[in-house]
């Protein structure tokens, strides 16, 4: 009585609906089940860009999301030590270059007074050695002042690798010592990283293609990694996917993970009908149809077609039609 009753109203609130041309048997398949986790934007290398000297920072090139090239200088760091000392060395230069002069006039003088024999081997030899010592500590002194022009160029910043600047902490005027970060470049390459619950770490194989949401459009990626140690309950691991933008870095990704399978009853989406809130089949018997009422669950892609898991209603083998509008017959007992 109450099937009759509830047949009247599906009757006056539906348009009248009639099988058309085409069968779909309802099948039992094995189906992969789907985690949704939330990966995150990550540069494969994390680098700081490091000062090489202590000083005072003059001038920085670039700021958070500047794209650098491998050697490209971004920042100058000046210490004014170094310039007085440079100072120094080539006031020192001067002075040994005036005395080597001087040396090189009495060596002249005394080669002179040897011919005529007015003087002595020996005080020739010291004459000879003068020179020979004033010469060796202009080149050692000359060495000194490349050391210090080394260390000063050492106040250019390079960028240690080619990538994106995702943290400056410094500003102009800064003074900042020797290692101390100025900018922090990411390269390498940008994946997702997981964090997914131990219960699944079981059904996470390397290699295995997972679903990727980004703005709007799901995308296939691959699982490249799976570390070994499990950090507060949770697996890491790594996907790559190509193309993958990577403006925001540390943005969070919805990701779908396949963590399982199961057997689900499967009909074409196009298949099931909407009225009123409620989803609808046709089911042939025979040569007589019926309208049953389902309830769906999650969509699946086998092949290429879009199939929709039916929770209740259904059962294997039973044959549907698709549904078009015309009169409708209730089948008994549904």
Do not use: C
Not at 31 to 45: N, P, Q
Not at 78 to 91: P, T
């Amino acid at each position: 009585m109450r099937m009759n009753v509830f047949a009247a109203v599906i009757g006056a609130l539906l348009p009248f609906i009639t099988p058309a041309h085409g069968e779909e048997a309802v099948v039992q398949a094995t189906v992969t089940e789907w985690k949704a986790v939330f990966g995150k934007v990550e540069a494969r290398d994390n680098v700081p860009a490091r000062s090489r000297i202590g000083g005072t920072l003059t001038e920085i090139s670039v700021s958070e999301g500047t794209d650098v090239t491998e050697g490209q200088q971004i920042a100058t760091i000046y210490d004014a030590k170094l310039a007085l000392q440079l100072e120094s060395i080539e006031a020192q230069i001067g002075a040994l270059k005036s005395q080597l002069e001087n040396a090189q006039t009495e060596l002249t003088r005394g080669e002179d007074l040897l011919a005529r024999g007015v003087t002595t081997v020996q005080r020739l030899d010291a004459l000879r050695t003068q020179v020979d010592v004033l010469e060796n500590q202009i080149e050692a002194t000359e060495a000194e002042k490349r050391v210090v022009e080394e260390r000063a160029a050492e106040g250019a910043v390079l960028a240690p690798i080619s990538g994106r600047v995702l943290n400056v902490p410094v500003t102009t005027g800064s003074v900042v010592m020797p290692g101390e970060p100025v900018a922090i470049i990411g390269g390498g390459g940008f994946f997702l990283r997981l964090a997914v619950p131990e219960r699944h770490a079981a059904f996470l194989k390397e290699g295995a293609d997972i679903q990727i949401e980004e703005a709007g459009e799901t995308r296939t990626g691959r699982l490249a990694k799976v570390y070994p140690q499990i950090e507060n309950g949770r697996v890491i691991s790594d996907v790559e996917v190509e193309g993958m933008s990577a403006r925001y870095v540390d943005a969070r990704v919805l990701v779908r993970l396949p963590v399982g399978e199961t057997r689900a009853l499967l009909v074409p989406a196009d298949m099931v009908a909407t009225r009123m809130g409620l989803d609808f089949v046709t089911v042939k018997s025979g040569d007589h149809t019926a309208l049953r009422t389902i309830v769906p669950g999650e969509h699946h892609v086998i092949d290429g077609r879009d199939m929709v898991d039916v929770l209740s209603g259904l059962s294997a083998g039973e044959v549907i039609v698709p549904t078009v509008e015309a009169e409708y017959t209730p089948s008994e007992g549904h």
